[in-house]
């Protein structure tokens, strides 16, 4: 492509409200252009990339035995009410009517259309396993877009979702699912973790894991192992049972004065102790149902353990409304001591150590001491209720655990029933009786891979692209083309370089050198040729872009010297 011709507006300095360098760089290649808050319009070098991207995808799906399709992006809102999500996805939905106001969705995702096609179509066990994928926009109403493509309202997404007829073929695609992404992202050139994950809006109960790229500008927080490739969410990941139970302490319960004293902060300053010492109490209803959650005034509580540990649908953080109702007192002072009896009490695992804890005594600025768990109050269960901290003990016994930030690019979902049942998606098994399609769900954000990419593959001057995704494969740059000899041989290798299969990028512009070599380094190609002064003498100037090499190689020998560069580029 001549570049003189190619629709590729750069920028000099870093554009207004682009925190990260994924943002910025994509900008200043002229990757993206910004249409709204959160919508954007890809230019040809950045669907380009686009391209390659999902032609990765495509190829290791394919080979995993998917199917591709294409399904509308605008939803009946009536399929949304049959799963139960209509009300339940939140404001993330975008909605509208058609001119006889019937009620729509803008396609967050597709469960509902993928179970309802099959529904209607697949009705025996003889057309299971199946394997369906799209690669398609999505949209989602982000309360906050922001860092570009990595958080935007409409993205690129690919979906696929798998149906069988039992659990072992479910865990065979999940298998083979998992598989594939870890091909596509090694591909792509990203240094990723997969990690154990919750399912989140999207739903099911079996497994889930994230694949994570790791980046300082990630949203996620991994916790990973040292020694061992354990990975989890840091909102999933498990602790065992370390804990010793404390004996319980010579001194009785005693109830003290905490004027004012709501906070772990307040209660470690005026009572002189360690928060270790504490017990923190969280009222949670849980499927509208109280239970007082416990742990030590170190750790902070998971709600996603606390939903989890319970098999709940719902589960919210209680309000001071429900709490003075259920408690009987003010935020800061419930315990579980004396606490009501229709009040479950279930603490985390470490409070079993504590001997002598302080608590909330159910009463303004009033505490217990002296506090001994299974003495001084009922617990109904002890279980894994906490945020991992690093430091602990790694769960599969190996190392301890570390953080990382992460940002996610794929998700892997075991869904089971939960969709084939709400819609009635079911088939004839061999003894002719219904059964319900168990189903598997699996995500690859696209738009998100490349700026994850960008993230991983730059420099102060620019984009470094991994050979894989690169626009083109090289850039060739005629220095001065009002001088002859220079522009007559950029001209023959320009033609020669595509004859021999190479998509180049030729920068044949009436600009100074200066700027073109600026621009070829924010462009970010594998090679950069560039014809100058001793182009009369055939010798062209080479450069890799990943390491900055550069070598003066003649024009004969410049096909075996791309050559010698296979290996690591090509």
């Known amino acids: 492509m001549r570049q003189q011709l190619f629709f590729s507006p750069t920028m000099r300095e870093v554009p207004q409200g682009a925190d990260i360098p994924s943002h910025q760089l994509m900008l200043r290649a002229g990757l993206i252009r ?3 808050s959160g919508i954007y ?33 605008i939803q009946p809102a009536e399929l949304w009410e049959e799963s139960g999500r209509l009300d339940d996805y939140g404001p993330e939905l975008m909605r509208l009517k058609d001119r006889h106001e019937r009620d729509f969705v803008l396609g967050a995702t597709h469960e509902e259309v993928i179970t309802s096609l099959v529904r209607d179509e697949v009705t025996s066990y003889k ?21 570009g493509v990595l958080r935007s309202r409409e993205f690129i997404m690919k979906d696929a979702y798998s149906f069988d007829t039992d659990k072992d073929g479910l865990d065979k695609n999940y298998k ?14 990203l240094d990723f973790r997969a990690v154990k994950a919750d399912a989140g809006a999207i739903g099911g109960k079996g497994g889930t894991h994230e694949f994570m790229v790791l980046s300082d500008v990630g949203e996620d927080t991994i916790a990973y192992s040292d020694a061992s490739d354990y990975a989890a969410n840091i909102e999933i990941a498990d602790l065992p049972d ?34 270790s010492s504490l017990l923190k109490s969280v009222l949670f209803l849980v499927d509208e149902k109280p239970v007082l959650i416990v742990c030590r005034g170190d750790h902070e509580i998971n709600e996603i353990k606390v939903a989890n540990a319970f098999e ?12 003075r109702r259920i408690m009987g007192t003010e935020a800061g002072f419930i315990g579980p001591v004396n606490a009501p009896e229709e009040v479950t009490i279930a603490c985390d695992y470490a409070v079993k150590s504590v001997k002598e804890g302080i608590c909330g005594a159910n009463l303004v600025d009033k505490h217990y001491q002296n506090v001994h768990p299974d003495r001084d109050f009922k617990v109904e269960t002890y279980g894994d209720f906490r945020l991992v901290q690093e430091g602990d003990p790694s769960p599969d016994g190996k190392g301890t655990i570390q953080f990382a930030k992460g940002i996610e690019v794929g998700h892997v979902f075991k869904l089971g029933t939960k969709y084939s049942e709400a819609l009635s998606a079911v088939y004839l098994d061999e003894n002719g009786r219904s059964q319900p399609i168990i189903m598997g769900c699996y995500g690859i954000g696209v738009s998100r891979t490349i700026a994850a990419i960008v993230e991983q593959h730059h420099d102060d001057n620019g984009l470094i692209w991994p050979k894989a995704v690169a626009p083109f494969d090289l850039h060739l740059l005629v220095l001065n083309p009002k001088q002859e000899e220079q522009y ?22 009436k600009e100074r050198a200066g700027v073109k070599f600026k621009d070829s ?30 070598k003066e190689v003649h024009v004969d020998d410049l096909p075996s010297y791309l050559a010698s560069l296979e290996k690591e580029l090509f």
């Open 34 to 36: 910004q249409t709204a």
């Open 41 to 73: 319009s890809y230019l040809p070098l950045g669907c380009k990339v686009l391209r390659k991207v999902e032609q990765i995808i495509r190829e290791e799906m394919d080979r995993a035995g998917g199917q591709e399709l294409l399904m509308p992006a």
């Open 127 to 147: 057309k299971l396993p199946m394997n369906l994928y799209q690669i398609q926009t999505k949209y989602r109403d982000e309360r906050r877009p922001r860092f």
């Open 176 to 189: 083979a699912m998992y598989e594939a992404y870890t091909n596509i992202f090694k591909r792509c050139g």
């Open 242 to 275: 370390m804990y010793e139970k404390a004996e319980a302490p010579f001194e009785n319960i005693q109830e003290i004065d905490t004027p004012e004293m709501k906070t772990i902060e307040d209660l470690t300053t005026g009572l002189n102790t360690k928060s």
């Open 312 to 323: 709940a649908d719902n589960v919210a953080l209680a309000d001071e409304e429900d709490i």
């Open 488 to 509: 007559e041989l950029g001209e023959a290798l320009y033609e020669k370089l595509k004859n021999e299969g190479y998509d180049v990028l030729y920068d044949d512009r």
């Open 521 to 550: 380094d924010l462009f970010g190609l594998p090679v950069r040729i560039a014809c100058g002064k001793k182009a009369g003498e055939g010798i062209v100037e080479v450069k890799t872009r990943r390491d900055g090499s550069m």
